[in-house]
């Protein structure tokens, strides 16, 4: 079922742009350009060929062309093109990989509710435990 947040693209990072920090947004994101933070939305997101994020991407659904250094949290599906690499843990209940992709990490693809959620659970209880032991180092 599409909803109406799949259809236009309430937000895009063109080619040859650069952000830096946190995007979260409502809506259908395309990036194809530089994003160097998390993203988060409600929708869906587009990573094009030429695309490069540096952070945890999380969203209902995600199809990737481009690079991802960081995890990936899309609950409805994602979806990693042959010209795609994701250098992270992927958390989904539906992943279609194409043929010459690179996925470096860990991938959770499970389509029971319970069990997604757990590791969606787990998942955001490790880096929690990962924020708080940098912040106790610092303090030091």
Do not use: W
């Amino acid at each position: 079922m599409q909803s109406s947040d799949d259809v236009s693209i309430n937000t895009l990072v063109g080619p040859g742009s650069v952000i830096r920090g946190e995007l979260s947004v409502a809506g259908f994101v395309r990036v194809d350009g530089d994003l160097e933070g998390n993203l988060e939305t409600t929708g869906r997101v587009i990573v094009g060929e030429r695309a490069r994020i540096r952070g945890t991407v999380r969203c209902r659904i995600i199809t990737v062309g481009g690079v991802i250094q960081g995890d990936v949290i899309a609950p409805d599906g994602v979806t990693i093109l042959s010209s795609g690499t994701v250098l992270g843990s992927v958390i989904t209940r539906k992943l279609q990989v194409e043929p010459e992709v690179l996925l470096h990490g860990s991938c959770f693809a499970v389509n029971d509710e319970d069990r997604y959620n757990d590791a969606v659970a787990g998942y955001n209880n490790r880096q929690a435990m990962r924020h708080s032991s940098r912040a106790a180092a610092g303090a030091v």
